[in-house]
Every structure is written in structure tokens, then in C-alpha cells.
């Protein structure tokens, strides 16, 4: 199975590792996640005014490419998920963003929001099947691992529709099925503190340092995320080890090194 692949700016960065386990393990399922032709930056974060159009075109032009090219987009990290299937809603419902942005791009045919954006979790859930890939694990994880979902995969609920944004699941079935035990704790979608890290470090370490404490208070040794945000705040400013669920997907279907 071919599928489109956005992979963003980070993951070409501090987020290699991202990226690099999840194409490994890809292949290993029988997908192949191939790269959308002359991508750019998503914008990082939704913007919110309606009269907002400029940020929003890369998205488009993203959505576009993968509707001429099997329909689907698979998304990796989680501000990029986000803003992509944020705009795509809007492209499906909101009149007045699809007409300009239409517009602007002057495209062979209007897009109006026909692509399927799905995340690589929901990739592994319902297209691979969770049950598959217990079968192909060969090296049990073995672990106490909580799931740190964050903000950007859950909310907007009605939107993302991601999971339940107040009592998510996704994460511990993957957990489950590379052979770790999920650990569940409160604080698994509590925001980390996110940008704010670049104008005021005290909250995210705050934040943080309650994310981590409260993971390690229900048995968590290892959290795993799919924001390298996320990772970074939490790597930072806490005393627990913090990896991407591509690593240890990875490390399970024995393909890191």
C-alpha cells in the first residue's frame, strides 16, 4: 500500500527520529509513505481569523497534491496534523475561506476539502489493524510506558476527531500491541506548555514537571509522544525518559538498530 506523506519542517530537523522510525516501520507493515512533491512549512499553528488565507495555503496546496494522488494524507507530527486537517474542515464547510483560497491558488478544479488527512496512529489502527501488528512483533517492548497525548491530536474534538479528548485510548492499544503495559494518568492530555517555552520558560517547566511526576506517581517509566514540542518541554524540564512511539514501534517490529 502506497500513501501520501506530509512530514513537515521539524521532522527534517531536531525530529529525524520521527520520521526515520516511522518510515522503517512502514515498510515492515506494507506501507510505503512517500512524500508529497514540493511541501512546505504547515505555519506551525492554526490561524483562527476568518480573513486569515496566506497561512493557510500551504495546507491546501498539500491536501490538492494528495487528492490527484490516492486520496489520503498521512501526517506524523502533531502540530502538522493539526493545521492540516483544520484547514481541510474549512476547505469542506467554510464558504468563505475555500473561495479565496481557491482563488488565490488558481487550481485546475477547486478543492473543497475531498482528502482524508489521517495521523500515522490512526494509520496503525485502521488501516494496519493493531492485531496485525501484535503478530509481527519481535522484540516485546516490555515496558511501563505512559502515553503523553498533548493538546494538538485531541482538540478540537468535533474537528480532529482523533479520540476522546477527555478519555483517550489510541495510545495504550499501541502500547499494548508492540507488547508494553500502558500506564494511564490524568495529566496524559494536560497541555505541556507548548510555545510558550520561547517567551516564558517557567510555565511549560511547571507544567511539565507535573506531566512527569504525575506519570511516574501511576508507574510510568518511559512516556512516549508524537509532538516533538512535546518531547522537548517535557525532555527538558522533567527527570523521566521521553522517546517518539515511532522509536519504540521500531525497536518492537525489529527494525532500529
Same mark, same amino acid.
Given at each position: 500500500? !502506497?500513501?501520501?506523506?506530509?512530514?513537515?519542517?521539524?521532522? $527534517?530537523?531536531?525530529?529525524?527520529?520521527?520520521? $526515520?522510525?516511522?518510515?522503517?516501520?512502514?515498510?515492515?507493515?506494507?506501507?510505503?509513505?512517500?512524500?508529497? %512533491?514540493?511541501?512546505?512549512?504547515?505555519?506551525?499553528?492554526?490561524?483562527?481569523?476568518?480573513?486569515?488565507?496566506?497561512?493557510?495555503?500551504?495546507?491546501?496546496?498539500?491536501?490538492?497534491?494528495?487528492?490527484?494522488?490516492?486520496?489520503?494524507?498521512?501526517?506524523?507530527?502533531?502540530?502538522?496534523? !493539526?493545521?492540516?486537517?483544520?484547514?481541510?474542515? @474549512?476547505?469542506?464547510? @467554510?464558504?468563505?475561506?475555500?473561495?479565496?483560497?481557491?482563488? *488565490?491558488?488558481?487550481?485546475?478544479?477547486?478543492?473543497?476539502?475531498?482528502?482524508?488527512?489521517?495521523?500515522?496512529?490512526?494509520?496503525?489502527?485502521?488501516?494496519?489493524?493493531? @492485531?496485525?501488528?501484535?503478530?509481527?512483533?519481535? %522484540?516485546?517492548?516490555?515496558?511501563?510506558?505512559?502515553?503523553? *497525548?498533548?493538546?494538538?491530536?485531541?482538540?478540537?474534538?468535533?474537528?480532529?476527531?482523533?479520540?476522546?479528548?477527555?478519555?483517550?485510548?489510541?495510545?495504550?492499544?499501541?502500547?499494548?500491541?508492540?507488547?508494553?503495559?500502558? +500506564?494511564? *494518568?490524568?495529566?496524559?492530555?494536560?497541555?505541556?506548555?507548548?510555545? +510558550?517555552?520561547?517567551?516564558?520558560?517557567?510555565?511549560?517547566?511547571?507544567?511539565?514537571?507535573?506531566? +512527569? %511526576?504525575?506519570?511516574?506517581?501511576?508507574?510510568?517509566?518511559?512516556?512516549?509522544?508524537?509532538?516533538?514540542?512535546?518531547?522537548? !518541554?517535557?525532555? %527538558?524540564?522533567?527527570?523521566?525518559?521521553? +522517546?517518539?512511539?515511532?522509536?519504540?514501534?521500531?525497536?518492537?517490529?525489529?527494525?532500529?538498530?
Amino acid at each position: 500500500m !502506497n500513501i501520501c506523506y506530509y512530514p513537515g519542517c521539524t521532522l $527534517k530537523t531536531k525530529a529525524k527520529e520521527l520520521d $526515520k522510525y516511522a518510515r522503517l516501520s512502514a515498510e515492515a507493515l506494507g506501507v510505503t509513505m512517500e512524500e508529497i %512533491k514540493d511541501w512546505q512549512c504547515c505555519g506551525a499553528v492554526y490561524p483562527t481569523a476568518r480573513n486569515e488565507i496566506a497561512t493557510k495555503l500551504s495546507a491546501v496546496r498539500a491536501l490538492d497534491y494528495a487528492k490527484h494522488n490516492g486520496g489520503k494524507l498521512l501526517t506524523l507530527c502533531s502540530a502538522c496534523h !493539526n493545521v492540516i486537517k483544520r484547514v481541510n474542515a @474549512d476547505m469542506a464547510e @467554510d464558504d468563505n475561506i475555500r473561495t479565496k483560497a481557491n482563488n *488565490y491558488l488558481a487550481l485546475e478544479e477547486p478543492y473543497v476539502g475531498e482528502t482524508q488527512v489521517i495521523h500515522y496512529l490512526e494509520m496503525l489502527r485502521d488501516v494496519v489493524g493493531f @492485531d496485525e501488528i501484535k503478530k509481527k512483533v519481535v %522484540k516485546p517492548i516490555g515496558k511501563k510506558i505512559g502515553a503523553y *497525548y498533548g493538546c494538538l491530536l485531541l482538540r478540537p474534538g468535533k474537528v480532529m476527531a482523533f479520540d476522546n479528548p477527555e478519555d483517550p485510548t489510541i495510545i495504550e492499544d499501541f502500547i499494548t500491541a508492540i507488547g508494553g503495559e500502558a +500506564v494511564k *494518568y490524568p495529566f496524559r492530555n494536560e497541555c505541556c506548555g507548548a510555545y +510558550v517555552s520561547f517567551k516564558n520558560e517557567d510555565l511549560p517547566r511547571q507544567r511539565s514537571e507535573a506531566i +512527569v %511526576k504525575n506519570a511516574r506517581s501511576h508507574g510510568a517509566e518511559t512516556l512516549v509522544t508524537a509532538c516533538p514540542l512535546c518531547l522537548y !518541554n517535557l525532555q %527538558k524540564n522533567g527527570d523521566m525518559p521521553v +522517546v517518539y512511539f515511532t522509536e519504540l514501534l521500531a525497536e518492537a517490529l525489529g527494525v532500529k538498530a
